[in-house]
Nanobody
Framework: QVQLVESGGGLVQAGDSLTLSCAAS????????MGWFRQAPGKEREFLAA????????DYANSVKGRFTISRDNAKNTVALQMNSLKPEDTAVYYC????????????????WGQGTQVTVSS
């Protein structure tokens, strides 16, 4: 298990950019696939992006492809989600996630979750 703590959420205007950060505690961070999910009220938890342990593979949901970028710094035990051209429909609680082995494409593949950080985009 790895412990995850998100930060960087807040209230922004449509069209703005925001970067979320996730700090991980653990001695084997580089062995985990990392990702981001979000969940809006009344909706399922939605996959957004994933990145492999060495950063060589990245995957994005169609809803955010071209606007969001996932990255990681294994020396700092951090993963980030850069969000550009934000829309009101991006409003949700954003969760950092880790998976040891399985590729992260659905909530069931996640072994560790952060506590979540709220992102609100006003029109």
């Amino acid at each position: 298990q790895v412990q995850l703590v998100e930060s960087g959420g807040g209230l922004v205007q449509a069209g703005d950019s925001l970067t979320l950060s996730c700090a991980a505690s653990g001695r084997t961070f580089s062995s985990y696939n990392m990702g981001w999910f979000r969940q809006a009220p009344g909706k399922e938890r939605e996959f957004l992006a994933a990145i492999s342990g060495n950063g060589g593979r990245r995957d994005y949901a169609n809803s955010v492809k071209g606007r969001f970028t996932i990255s990681r710094d294994n020396a700092k035990n951090t993963v980030a989600l850069q969000m550009n051209s934000l829309k009101p429909e991006d409003t949700a609680v954003y969760y950092c996630a880790a998976s040891r082995g399985p590729w992260m494409i659905a909530p069931g593949s996640v072994s560790s979750w952060g506590q979540g950080t709220q992102v609100t985009v006003s029109s």
